[in-house]
């Protein structure tokens, strides 16, 4: 007798669940916006939301570069301190489409590394913090330091953000092994600064890097980048390649050996903006390391990423 | 001359620029570019050269031979094909680059780098942009040569001074530098704005600081408002304002008269984008429409925003070329795709339906729907108070007196939006 009552309850929890599933995906963008600030603190003003088209009103210029990662809609709310007019945190919610445009406005933001463990991934100075979960990318300012308030506030939006979208699965194909913390970015183009390339991610690394960097060391620490640009097709990423070489022919050098070590599709060369170049067609990818003084520490990075692309 | 009072488009009589009102390039490469001349008249300099354009072939610039970032690579490697055009930015006597680069949404330091390769020596940035990392992203590629460039930078008034002073402490941190070359509020939309105390009293505190050299605003919106109350007075040394082929005469006149007060004008949004080359035949304007702009010699600088090194190559290049017959078609040819598919804004249509009807605010929606393919944006122009109510009014109306500049077909329009969106 009390089999069906237990599968009416799971029925009943699971349809919940789902419903929970479609309303995070729905939830208008204010309801992120926690009602009940950090204590000593006040909302003071009735959240603003804009769109595409009002976007530039509230950012001006910078509008472009959301645009351009995918952005959807936003709103804007400002937390006051209730014992000084002055001090503020600006609160800014992103809605960028998906987690990877997400994750790749959040990379042009972070600085280094200083993670909150907010979110997906996160970023956090005394007056700054950045994160982002799932399709959404917030951003916290403060007037003065106020860390604790700060990340309180990061923390209840964190929770009212209930898309659990994954991260790019893109970002666990660098290898850990001298890798800059926190300099991984997705471009959705101009990879490298070249059109050609269009999008991908870039990330950076120390040469010997076996050891682990602290983030106060990065500034003056030399590095290289390792590079991944995603094409439609394998003929695409050739035809991207050829004029990869066509810009080292007309503005570096071109090697005139090439390693067999990655396959016939390779470049290798200088280029006058980026130093020592190596790269390689996989299937609709190019990879490449640019910018390293030894090949052998270029090469072994590159061979890394390349077994981890399928 | 070309007629000063055009009620017309501005692309409709290209053909006369070409004609009688081209403009000679400064060719000269001052050495004391970046030295302000007291007392020098920017009018005289600038406006006095309404001739030809002489067939000015591409000039190979001198190398700069500093090593670039972390690629120990000489900036002497590159190729170098642009003609280095300088103008004086209105009373400052600074001397920039026609062309500036508008760093705002570039992060790889390889662009900038290329850029000052190129000649380019005016750079425009924000605080805010990125985060900060724009900033720095520019100050550590400009490091060592400081003094043969300029930064253009902007701050967000807040309501406090504290604030205020902090933001550009933090953007001269960010620049590793002590000075900006041009310090700019960002964003004005009234006139009123303009002379307020709150902002004048702040530019007016940095440079007597030291912390800028010269400062000015920065406008979006109403920008022929702004200018023409800029150009009553002495607050403002430097406006940077959207200009391109598409805005009106209005707003031409009011660059005229804010040059003619001394105010250096730095143009921005120079390219009029929105529609893709692959959605107009592979037609890619960029380089006729910048021209375009500095055919203008009220105009001291443009500041395309660029990402990559073929949009910077592509921008430089500009310099030192004339507004050629192909331009003229080309520009022709987007303005031609451009009328009837989009509205600029220009405000000219406002206040005229009797219905009181702002059709510039509807229009976009059949911009997003025809031009940008994107039926959600149009949605959300819809979903804005009763836009779609009104469309519906527009579209039922059998006697419209609304007309438009740019010859759009108003009414069609709407009724499209509205058969396709109702």
């Known amino acids: 007798m009390n089999r069906p009552k237990e599968l009416i309850i799971i029925a009943v929890l699971i349809s919940l669940c789902a419903t929970q599933i479609v309303f995070a995906d729905t939830d208008p963008i204010e309801s992120f916006i926690p009602k009940v600030a950090p204590e000593g603190w006040d909302l003071r003003e009735a959240p603003e939301t804009f769109t595409r088209e009002t976007l530039f009103e509230h950012i001006d210029g910078q509008a472009d570069l959301f645009v351009r990662y995918g952005f959807d809609k936003s709103v804007f709310a400002i937390y006051r301190k209730l014992d000084t007019s002055a001090d503020k945190i600006d609160v800014d919610i992103y809605d960028m489409g998906n987690s990877l445009q997400a994750f790749g406005v959040f990379s042009r ?25 799932g399709k959404y990318f917030v951003i ?15 923390l209840d939006i964190e929770s009212l953000i209930l898309d659990s979208s994954a991260p ?7 290898p850990k092994s001298g890798l800059k913390p926190g300099s991984i970015e997705y471009f959705p183009d101009g990879l490298l600064g070249h059109q050609f390339l269009k999008r991908g991610f870039k990330a950076s690394y120390v040469e010997n890097g076996e050891q682990k960097i602290e983030p ?7 590095d290289f980048r390792l590079f991944l640009a995603m094409f439609k097709s394998p003929q695409e990423a050739i035809g991207a390649l050829k004029l990869f070489k066509e810009n080292l022919l007309k503005k570096g050098k071109l090697a005139k050996t090439a390693s067999a070590r990655f396959g016939p599709e390779i470049v290798i060369g200088t280029d006058p903006y980026q130093g020592k170049t190596i790269v390689a067609q996989k299937g609709p990818c190019l990879l490449g390391a640019v910018g390293f003084a030894q090949d052998e520490a270029g090469e072994r990075l590159l061979a890394a990423l390349m077994r981890e692309v399928k | 001359m070309v007629a000063r009072r055009r009620r017309t488009p501005n692309l409709r009589v290209i053909e006369q620029f070409l004609i009688s009102d081209l403009i000679r390039n400064d060719v000269d490469r001052p050495k004391e570019c970046l030295e302000f001349r007291e007392g020098e008249s920017m009018s005289t300099e600038k406006m006095g050269r309404r001739e030809f354009i002489q067939d000015a072939s591409t000039a190979v610039l001198g190398l700069a031979a500093a090593p670039l970032l972390n690629a120990n690579v000489s900036f002497a490697d590159a190729e170098k094909t642009a003609e280095v055009q300088y103008r004086t930015l209105g009373k400052t006597g600074l001397r920039v680059t026609a062309v500036g680069m508008g760093v705002m949404n570039c992060s790889d330091p390889a662009v900038v780098a290329r ?8 750079f425009d940035t924000a605080r805010r942009y990125m985060g900060g990392r724009n900033e720095e992203m520019l100050g550590k590629v400009l490091r060592g040569k400081r003094e043969k460039v300029l930064i253009q930078t902007k701050v967000v008034l807040a309501q406090n001074e504290k604030e205020n002073r902090d933001a550009v402490q933090t953007s001269l941190r960010s620049l590793g530098t002590d000075y ?3 310090l700019l509020v960002h964003n004005l939309k009234t006139a009123k704005e303009v002379c307020s105390p709150a902002v004048t009293e702040f530019l007016q505190a940095m440079k007597k600081e030291g912390k800028a050299r010269f400062t000015g605003f920065s406008s979006h919106t109403d920008m022929a408002s702004l200018l023409k109350a800029a150009a009553q007075t002495s607050c403002h040394d430097v406006a940077l304002v959207s200009y391109n082929f598409t805005h009106s005469n209005d707003l031409k006149d009011a660059v005229a008269l804010a040059a003619k007060s001394g105010i250096g004008i730095v143009a921005m949004k120079t390219q009029a984008g929105g529609y893709k080359a692959a959605d107009m035949g592979g037609l890619s304007p960029h380089q006729a429409a910048l021209k375009y702009v500095l055919t203008d010699q009220n105009v001291s600088a443009a500041i395309p925003g660029v990402t990559t090194i073929e949009q910077i190559e592509e921008c430089a290049a500009v310099m030192g070329t004339d507004f050629s017959r192909k331009d003229s078609h080309v520009l022709q040819q987007y303005d031609s795709y451009l009328q009837g598919r989009i509205c600029t ?18 229009l976009r929606a059949f911009m997003y729907h025809d031009g940008y393919k994107n039926d959600q944006l149009a949605h959300e122009v819809l979903r804005t108070g009763d836009a779609m109510q009104k469309i519906g009014q527009c579209a039922s109306c059998s006697s419209c007196v609304v007309t438009c500049r740019r ?13 396709v969106f109702a």
């Open chain 2, 180 to 182: 900006v070359d041009i």
């Open chain 2, 345 to 362: 804004m220009c405000g000219g249509c406002i206040g005229t339906c009797p219905h009181g009807v702002a059709h510039c605010d509807l």
């Open chain 1, 168 to 174: 790019p699965q893109e970002i666990g194909y660098f």
């Open chain 2, 407 to 419: 010859a759009l077909n108003i009414h069609a329009q709407l009724k499209t939006v509205h058969s």
């Open chain 1, 140 to 154: 916290l300012q403060a007037t003065e330091s106020n860390p604790s308030a700060l990340k309180r506030l990061a």
């Open chain 2, 115 to 122: 850029a000052y390769d190129l000649g380019v020596n005016f």
């Open chain 1, 216 to 222: 106060q060391e990065t500034s003056r620490i030399k």
């Open chain 1, 109 to 133: 933001f972070r600085q280094d590394e200083s993670p909150a463990n907010i979110g997906l991934d996160s970023y956090m100075s005394d007056r700054y913090a950045l994160f982002y979960k």
